[in-house]
């Protein structure tokens, strides 16, 4: 068993396949105990996954099954979509989980950020960017964020995942077209960390 880890998977009717998530697993340096038995879905752990599930709903699911205790968000500036993330996981992750971000370049929690969070009831004004040596406790799991940059590297023992997001700071035209990327951005995070924390994929 690689790493003495498995993640349960109970092989539904429709797609994902079995072998969609073992190369989840392959990737994540985890094994799959497959069987029949998931009805109309395929579930992983606890993660009833619609037939059309997306790489990164797979991902999520494995993730969760694996019960990571200290999650942490990487992207280079530590100013959006780490910030962001951090703050969406925190309102949704259970008691006993730590969770923080992080930036190989930390600069400023940029202030559109603040406000796509507050929109949806998630306060992270208080928050600063932190540097990766900045990053406390055992990390088990890291998601880093970066699209069109060289995300930093995790050089420490733990489960790594890549949702490549699009930087939405100066994204558009405008001031509203911009406040636009960064809610996309936090939307497409709410989705993601949803699967992850609550175990919901619809």
Same mark, same amino acid.
């Given at each position: +068993?690689?790493?003495?880890?498995?993640?349960?998977?109970? !092989?539904?009717?429709?797609?994902?396949?079995?072998?969609?998530?073992?190369?989840?697993?392959?990737?994540?340096?985890?094994?799959?105990?497959? @069987?029949?038995?998931?009805?109309?879905?395929?579930?992983?752990?606890?993660?009833?996954?619609?037939?059309?599930?997306?790489?990164?709903?797979?991902?999520?699911?494995?993730?969760?099954? !694996?019960?990571?205790?200290?999650?942490?968000?990487?992207?280079?500036?530590?100013?959006?979509?780490?910030? +962001?993330?951090?703050? !969406?996981?925190?309102? +949704?992750?259970?008691?006993?989980?730590?969770?923080?971000?992080?930036?190989?370049?930390?600069?400023?929690?940029?202030?559109?950020?603040?406000?796509?969070?507050?929109?949806?009831?998630?306060?992270?004004?208080?928050?600063?960017?932190?540097?990766?040596?900045?990053?406390?406790?055992?990390?088990?799991? =890291?998601?880093?964020?970066?699209?069109?940059? =060289?995300?930093?590297?995790?050089?420490?023992?733990?489960? @790594?995942?890549?949702?490549?997001?699009?930087?939405?700071?100066?994204?558009?035209?405008?001031?509203?077209?911009? +406040?636009?990327?960064?809610?996309?951005?936090?939307?497409?995070?709410?989705?993601?960390?949803?699967?992850?924390? !609550?175990?919901?994929?619809?």
């Amino acid at each position: +068993m690689a790493n003495g880890r498995a993640v349960d998977v109970r !092989l539904g009717d429709g797609t994902p396949c079995a072998d969609e998530i073992g190369e989840v697993a392959r990737t994540l340096g985890i094994d799959v105990v497959a @069987r029949e038995g998931g009805g109309a879905h395929t579930v992983v752990g606890d993660v009833a996954l619609p037939g059309e599930a997306p790489g990164w709903m797979v991902e999520a699911a494995v993730l969760r099954a !694996l019960e990571p205790k200290n999650v942490l968000f990487l992207c280079v500036a530590n100013s959006a979509r780490s910030q +962001m993330a951090e703050g !969406l996981a925190r309102s +949704m992750a259970p008691g006993g989980v730590t969770i923080s971000s992080a930036g190989s370049e930390p600069t400023r929690v940029r202030p559109q950020a603040i406000a796509a969070l507050s929109e949806v009831g998630v306060d992270i004004s208080g928050h600063a960017s932190n540097g990766t040596d900045d990053v406390e406790g055992q990390v088990d799991a =890291v998601i880093t964020l970066c699209a069109e940059e =060289v995300c930093p590297v995790w050089l420490k023992q733990a489960t @790594r995942l890549h949702w490549g997001l699009p930087d939405p700071a100066g994204a558009g035209h405008t001031p509203e077209e911009e +406040m636009d990327a960064f809610r996309s951005v936090r939307d497409e995070l709410t989705r993601r960390l949803t699967v992850l924390f !609550l175990g919901v994929s619809e």
